[in-house]
């Protein structure tokens, strides 16, 4: 084990409660594209602002919802891998001592859930929902392609389905927003995981969890806005390091 690992692994071990914050970058080992990466990122073939907006579903509902059905039938397909199997367990691993963990995601693949994590918050929707435009009323879409883009609402007249997942310039839902300052008011460790802490509010969760005394793990292959604040960062992909860090925590935890 490298020594890098000791430190956070024991804060792991002796923390009462545990916040996880996790990104687009903790899928990518299941072929889920991440948004900002230089090479795969969505954001550098397709325009954010086209396509992740509500102007852009006001002006164009056909190709957004295209779109997003590409994308919601390749999260279907896609299964966890290690990172999302390691914070399943590390969720049972804390509860069985009788300690807290919360498991804030910004993705809506679902696939925390597929792997087993209980106490998961969805900061930015789903898109394996959909809900309808007048309503509000929320549906799961069978697995296969809509045969009309965009598709008509069943719940009212003349409304529409969009994905239930949250755009540039919408509120987070409050719930989940409430849940979230919850959890991160009263951390003694936040863990940041593939996330390039560039949209907010989740983004400045880290630093809430530092100043009320928590300490942070970034883990990731690269630096980002939250590296040099963190008190440990781990560098790597999460499949690797996230397994590891949980191995040596549990052989730390007396
Ligand atoms: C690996 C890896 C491996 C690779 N292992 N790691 C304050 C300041 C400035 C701006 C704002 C602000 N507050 C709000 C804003 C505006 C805006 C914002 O933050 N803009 C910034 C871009 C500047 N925020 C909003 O609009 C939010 N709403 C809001 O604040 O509402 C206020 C309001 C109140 C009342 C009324 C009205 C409004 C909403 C944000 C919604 C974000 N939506 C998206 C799309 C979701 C739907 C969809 O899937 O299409 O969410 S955008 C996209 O970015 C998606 C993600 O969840 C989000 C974050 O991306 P993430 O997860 O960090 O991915 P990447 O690609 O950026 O990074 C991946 C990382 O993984 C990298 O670091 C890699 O290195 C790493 N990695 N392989 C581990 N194997």
């Not at 996790?22 to 990466?37: C, K, M, N, Y």
Request: hydrophobic share 45%; aromatic share 8%.
């Amino acid at each position: 084990m490298s020594p890098d690992f000791r430190a956070p692994a024991a804060s792991l071990a002796r923390a009462r409660r545990v916040v996880v914050l996790t990104g687009a970058g903790v899928s990518a080992e299941s072929g889920i594209r991440t948004f900002r990466d230089t090479m795969e990122g969505l954001w550098k073939e397709f325009d954010a602002q086209k396509l992740a907006t509500p102007e852009a579903f006001a002006a164009d509902p056909e190709t957004v919802t295209r779109w997003y059905d590409w994308r919601r039938l390749g999260c279907l397909a896609a299964d966890p891998n290690p990172g999302h199997l390691a914070l399943a367990q590390m969720e049972d691993w804390l509860a069985a001592s009788g300690r807290d963990f919360t498991l804030l995601t910004q993705n809506v693949d679902r696939l925390h859930q597929k792997a087993g994590s209980r106490n998961v918050v969805e900061l930015h929707g789903s898109i394996i929902e959909w809900r309808c435009t007048r309503t509000g009323q929320k549906l799961i879409p069978p697995e296969q392609a809509f045969d009309q883009f965009p598709p008509h609402s069943p719940f009212a007249e003349r409304a529409l389905l969009r994905p239930d997942v949250v755009w540039f310039g919408e509120p987070l839902p409050a719930a989940a927003l409430a849940a979230a300052a919850h959890a991160v008011d009263s951390c003694d460790l936040f863990i940041s995981v593939g996330t390039s802490s560039q949209v907010y509010p989740a983004a400045g969760f880290a630093e809430l969890a530092l100043h009320q005394g928590g300490e942070v793990i970034e883990v990731n292959p690269q630096q980002t806005p939250l590296t040099r604040m963190a008190t440990w960062s781990l560098r790597g992909p999460s499949g690797e390091v996230l397994p590891m860090l949980l191995d040596e925590a549990r052989k730390a935890h007396v």
